[in-house]
Nanobody, 125 residues
């Protein structure tokens, strides 16, 4: 079974940057669209951004991160990255990556087949 592991979370000041990584062992991510989601305390899980399996297209689920967050993938390293710039306190959440065995990014979270355990991102001064 595909296992996803997120890393790169931490504490950062407002306006700072972080890069999250989503890696898999034992399975290649080449055939999976990869999405990033987040869940803040007391709130529902929210989609953030997704990249297609071939890396040719991306899909923003959250308008609030446009212009600040980008997604990329390195097939050689079997890793997908979420670059987060100009972070705001409202970006504080546990961030999860998820994989869907498909070329294009799915419309809904329920379509994703596998999920990681998450990494905490805290934006605070």
């Amino acid at each position: 079974q595909l296992q996803l592991v997120e890393s790169g979370g931490g504490l950062v000041q407002p306006g700072g940057s972080l890069r999250l990584s989503c890696a898999a062992s034992a399975f290649t991510l080449d055939y999976y669209a990869i999405g990033w989601f987040r869940q803040a305390p007391g709130k529902e899980r929210e989609g953030v951004l997704c990249i297609s399996s071939n890396g040719d297209s991306t899909k923003y689920y959250a308008d609030s991160v446009k212009g600040r967050f980008t997604i990329s993938r390195d097939h050689a390293k079997n890793t997908v990255y979420l670059q987060m710039n100009n972070l705001k306190p409202e970006d504080t959440a546990v961030y999860y990556c998820a994989a869907d065995y498909a070329l294009l990014c799915p419309q809904y979270a329920i379509e994703y087949d596998y999920w990681g355990l998450g990494t905490q991102v805290t934006v605070s001064s």
